[in-house]
DNA sequence: AATTTCATCAACCGCCAGGGA
DNA sequence: CTCCCTGGCGGTTGATGAAAT
């Protein structure tokens, strides 16, 4: 049958299965025998004919999703553990909601299982203008303090490399923090001035993604926080020390990623390599450096 | 002990981009 | 060039169990 044919036949978008003769809902550990086994044997083929050929009374894209999410061999169970939390906060932090992009670098974790770690775990963690805490009453088992945020591992991590020794002054507790997909939304616009009046009226320095933490002359009264976030309080005259100094690590950092390129020799191997290397991806496909 | 509230996460839904005919 | 199919993605829902009252 020609497509224009297939077309006349059935007007409007095709319904990806039979929604009257598919099974919705848990899958049973039967359902999960048989979609494992017929692709053990046979690999998945086309998914939307997957289900009729193995057997299953599913449509193909929840077999898709089963497959890719929970049966596949590679896939990692159990918690996340510190380091993968934090590279998902750097990763987040660069990306946004873009949770497949995140699980590609981490291996074995699935875009799903990363989204609903987000949702469920970290997001509370990021504080709001207010500078409280976007949770309800946290449970007994949520150690969540705003005085330690979980970058302060990060944080710690990055001064144990000695790379940037922070200067303790500037380590006390932030205390009034915009939000950090604000700060990346006029980020990524590429327009300043939403971000310094926003600044301004708040008497917020930033909430700026940076993989390690960033040191900069302050005035008396700048307090900052470092990690996956860079967040202070300040004056608009610090504040604006600090986006520079911050641009200034940036473009040194993407430097050091040509230069290293360029000798072939680039490898990321933690966490922060990984995040320098994403740099590299930065939606505007590098455009952001025009603003460092 | 019973009921209500809350948190978690597996699964679904609709949309979109890429590729092939 | 257009149309359609498919896989993939992100947002959302709802079932379930745990915790609180």
Redesign the pocket.
């Known amino acids: 049958m020609s497509?224009?044919g297939?077309?006349e036949e059935?007007m409007g978008?095709?319904p990806?299965c039979n929604?009257g003769e598919v099974?919705?809902?848990?899958?049973t550990p039967e359902e999960d025998k048989i979609l494992v086994d017929y692709i053990t044997k046979n690999g998945?083929?086309?998914?939307?004919?997957?289900p009729k050929l193995a057997g299953l009374r599913?449509?193909?894209?929840?077999c898709?999703?089963?497959w890719?999410?929970?049966l596949r061999p590679d896939i990692k169970r159990g918690a996340f553990s510190s380091e993968e939390e934090q590279t998902i906060f750097q990763l987040h932090s660069l990306h946004g909601?873009?949770?497949?992009?995140i699980?590609?670098r981490l291996p074995g974790r699935t875009?799903?299982?990363i989204?609903?770690?987000w949702?469920?775990?970290l997001r509370?963690r990021i504080p709001n203008k207010n500078g409280t805490l976007q949770?309800?009453?946290?449970?007994?088992?949520?150690d969540i303090k705003f005085t330690l945020p979980p970058w302060e591992n990060i944080r710690k991590e990055a001064e144990a490399e000695t790379r940037l020794p922070m200067d303790p002054m500037l380590l006390s507790p932030a205390t009034g923090i915009s939000d950090g997909n604000n700060f990346l939304h006029e980020w990524g616009s590429g327009d300043e001035e939403p971000f310094q009046k926003h600044m301004d009226r708040d008497k917020v320095a930033c909430l700026i993604p940076t993989p390690r933490p960033i040191k900069f002359e302050s005035d008396s009264v700048v307090t900052v926080q470092a990690g996956p976030y860079f967040a202070g309080t300040s004056t608009s005259e610090s504040c604006d020390q600090g986006i520079k100094e911050h641009r200034r690590f940036f473009k040194e950092e993407a430097e050091e990623i040509t230069n290293a390129e360029s000798q072939n020799s680039y490898e990321p191997e933690n966490a922060s390599d990984i995040t320098l290397d994403l740099l590299l991806d930065f939606p505007n496909d590098g455009e952001y450096l025009q603003y460092v």
Not at 97 to 101: D, R
Not at 135 to 142: E, G, M, Q
Request: charged share 35%; hydrophobic share 20%; glycine share 6%.
């Open positions: 497509k224009r297939r077309k059935k978008r095709a990806c929604k099974k919705k809902g848990s899958w998945h083929g086309t998914w939307r004919s997957f599913r449509c193909g894209k929840s898709r999703l089963r890719t999410n929970y909601n873009k949770w497949a992009a699980a590609s875009d799903n299982e989204k609903n770690f949702n469920s775990h509370k949770t309800n009453p946290p449970s007994k088992s949520t």
